[in-house]
């Protein structure tokens, strides 16, 4: 299929809201397979992690990107848990990631570079339905070994508008063999 005919495709499933997580799915597919015909992986990493990720039952290619996100979540973990009241940071590239809002950034930039019109990326609402069925795809899908210092990384089931990720670690910090970033959209 020729990239004309897959952004065709792309516009036309972006030119309503998407509320399936098969339409969700079929997003990530169809914008890897772009990315593929043009070779700008490299512009959209996070993009096509997550296009590889929601492909998988389980990531254990891990990018540069991806090595660095494990080390920032695992940093954040290590942070909260040793803090004397678990206070948890308002903002983090931990945060940012459990709510796929770096990935908004490159969907909203791949969405303009290849001249599809929606409002995906750039209305709010829109955003976060996306990314809530998007955790529903990847729920009990693991990266495997993202890091020196964690085991695993996962979504786990939450309600629709909530997100689970749960950290697991190599060797437990302060007692704690995992953390999990929980909270609602």
């Not at 080390?71 to 040793?82: F, M, P």
């Not at 459990?98 to 709010?124: C, H, P, Q, W």
Request: aromatic share 10%; net charge positive; with cysteine.
């Amino acid at each position: 299929m020729s990239k004309k005919e897959i952004i065709t495709k792309l516009q036309s499933l972006c030119s309503k809201d998407i509320k399936e997580e098969a339409h969700v799915l079929y997003f990530m597919i169809e914008a890897r397979k772009v990315m593929e015909h043009d070779g700008s992986s490299k512009r959209y990493p996070l993009l096509k992690f997550y296009a590889d990720w929601a492909a998988h039952s389980k990531k254990d290619r891990i990018s540069p990107e991806i090595k660095q996100m494990a080390k920032d979540l695992y940093a954040y973990a290590v942070r909260v848990i040793n803090s004397p009241h678990r206070i948890v940071e308002e903002k983090s590239k931990a945060l940012e990631f459990a709510y796929m809002e770096s990935l908004s950034v490159e969907v909203f930039n791949f969405l303009a570079n290849e001249g599809i019109t929606s409002d995906l990326a750039s209305r709010k609402e829109a955003w976060i339905n996306f990314a809530s069925l998007l955790v529903k795809v990847l729920e009990g899908q693991p990266i495997k070994n993202p890091s020196e210092s964690v085991a695993m990384i996962m979504f786990e089931e939450a309600n629709l508008r909530c997100t689970a990720l749960t950290i697991v670690f190599k060797q437990p910090v302060n007692g704690c063999p995992s953390y999990t970033i929980k909270n609602a959209y």
